[in-house]
């Protein structure tokens, strides 16, 4: 039976103001990748998000962003690596400490650090190295065929090649601008369809028709997409139906 990585962004709410049904998904999933503090969440919303995910017992991952709580780090900031990554393994040093066990499970890049690292090697270099600071066997989540992926092989870390159910794609792999239209896709029936072919036939279809080899470890599905709860549990009877089973990488 084919098996596959189901994690969602997750702790993105910040003081008196809530985001997403996290609660409701972490249950769902195998794995979740919580808000350090920089884009979203704080350390309350880390250490309920992190107790709610031990309960559940999923793997727990560090979700570290760009400082940008107003734009909830979807800006590219003008870093040097080495503030990139200083600053990744402040986050992801901050989310270990709320774990009873004091390990986690792998690391995610979130929003515009993930996609600018995806395309400039250097930054997911500078991101790996953060992340092996902390813990050189942890992995990272990265952008299926991308920099991510060749940084880590680099830098000597562990790699989950990661593809989106709830994205589309450009003909080249990346994904597609949230300023565009179609970047998002919300219809539950459609992600979990588009994710059963995604792994059975190891491609993606782009915009454009193009088809994209890849052969993912785990699939995301964001916290912060309105139809985040519906498209998990879509997803999770369409992956039993298609005879793939849902498990922590």
Do not use: W
Not at 69 to 91: I, N
Not at 115 to 140: E, F, M, S, T, Y
């Amino acid at each position: 039976m084919a098996t596959i990585d189901l994690n969602s962004d997750l702790g993105e709410a910040f003081g008196r103001y809530s985001l997403g049904r996290d609660s409701e998904i972490i249950p769902l999933v195998s794995s979740v990748n919580v808000a350090c503090g920089y884009h979203a969440g704080d350390s309350d919303v880390m250490a309920q998000t992190v107790e709610l995910a031990e309960e559940a017992g999923v793997g727990i991952g560090a979700h570290p962003g760009f400082p940008d709580l107003q734009g909830f780090g979807r800006r590219k900031m003008d870093m040097k690596p080495a503030e990139v990554q200083h600053m990744v393994t402040y986050q992801v040093g901050a989310l270990l400490a709320f774990t009873k066990s004091k390990k986690l499970h792998h690391v995610k890049p979130h929003g515009a650090l993930y996609n600018a690292a995806a395309k400039d090697h250097d930054l997911a270099v500078a991101i790996c190295k953060g992340i092996a600071q902390v813990d050189g066997d942890l992995p990272i989540y990265g952008l299926a065929n991308s920099e991510l992926i060749s940084a880590a092989k680099e830098v000597g870390i562990p790699f989950a090649q990661e593809a989106f159910g709830d994205r589309n794609y450009n003909a080249d792999g990346t994904l597609v601008s949230r300023s565009l239209p179609d970047a998002v896709i919300k219809d539950p029936k459609q992600v979990a369809k588009r994710v059963a072919l995604m792994i059975n036939n190891q491609e993606i279809i782009a915009l454009d028709g193009t088809k994209i080899p890849l052969k993912p470890d785990s699939i995301c599905v964001h916290g912060d997409n309105q139809a985040a709860l519906d498209i998990v549990k879509e997803l999770r009877n369409g992956l039993s139906e298609a005879g793939i089973e849902i498990k922590t990488f």
